[in-house]
């Protein structure tokens, strides 16, 4: 088993004389978990997350375990001689992956974030939007055990934060770990596993995180996914970690109803699409609370909490899964032949330990 990642002590000032930015920072990093830092702006934030990127190093204190780590930092630097998918293949080649690979990986990504059209356009040339999806794919294509992303969000159109956000449940379903700042209280809302705050120098347990105080049990957008595994599928109640570890309940007729943090769904379709044997997906649903008004469907805040259904067979409506994905109601990385960088066979790729 390999060593788990620690921050034991740690503490950093720049400069000799400096003001401790950070102190004492005794930090876990488990493996298969999403964390948020917090913080008020100057508080260290960044300085915490380069730490943990291992591309800065502590003034006192032990860092260990780090596993294959890639980062997004807030500024991105764009005067590089490179073409957009030069840059991204060459970074591919660096974290191990052969030649083809690379490139392949490269081109999938720039798609997958609606920059396929720039891929030959050199890095200065680039709008801020579109260098902020080659930092962000750079990332990424490395399929990293640890992904540190400094306000990866920002500069990002909706369409590409909403990819990133997948992207990152994939890790985490993947058995990585990210860890993220963003200015948005709302960012993968209800997905963290753990939020820390940096106040005074210190690290601390958001008084609000955990599952008892209903970041991951009720907060955010959910999905319900009503699925029938084949003849011989395992009971989910007995599988290993699901993405998102949803609330696993019978349904009707023998199915099995998943609720999950919205931004996991993608992650869970994928694995129950992709066991062996295969489970059949009855129904994708966003599951509406009381006072929350889901397109056509509003529930008053003293009505009981209820579901706006879309199922598979039918056209797509009014709701947060799908709306945009007519006709079809899953979302796009569920779909097995449309999802880049999903192997069926699960192989992990070929990388090499990019440790410095
Ligand atoms: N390279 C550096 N040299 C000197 N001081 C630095 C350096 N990087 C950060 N600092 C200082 O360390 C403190 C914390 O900065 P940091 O960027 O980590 O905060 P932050 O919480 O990420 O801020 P923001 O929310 O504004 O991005 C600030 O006082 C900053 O001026």
Redesign the pocket.
Known sequence: MPERMRLDGVGRR??VR?PW?LREVDLDVPPRALLRVE???????????RLLAGIDRPSTGRITGRPRTAYVP?RFPVALPFTAVGYLTHLGRIHGLPGPEAARSATEWLERFGAAGHARTPLAELSKGTSQKVAVAQALLAEPELLVL??AWTGLDGGAREVLDRAVAERVADGGTVVF?D?DPQRLAGAADARYR?ADGRLLPHEESGPAAGTTATAGPRVLIEAEGAPGSLPLTGAPQLPGGPEITPGPDGTTRLTVPAVHSDALLRALLTARPPWHIRSVTAVVRPGEALGTTALGADEAPGTTALRTDEAPGTTAVGADEAPDTLPAAARPHEAPGTRADDAPAPHEDSRP
């Open positions: 720049y400069g400096g930015v913080g008020t702006n100057g508080s260290g934030k960044s300085t915490l997350l807030e400094d306000e700042v200015h940096v």
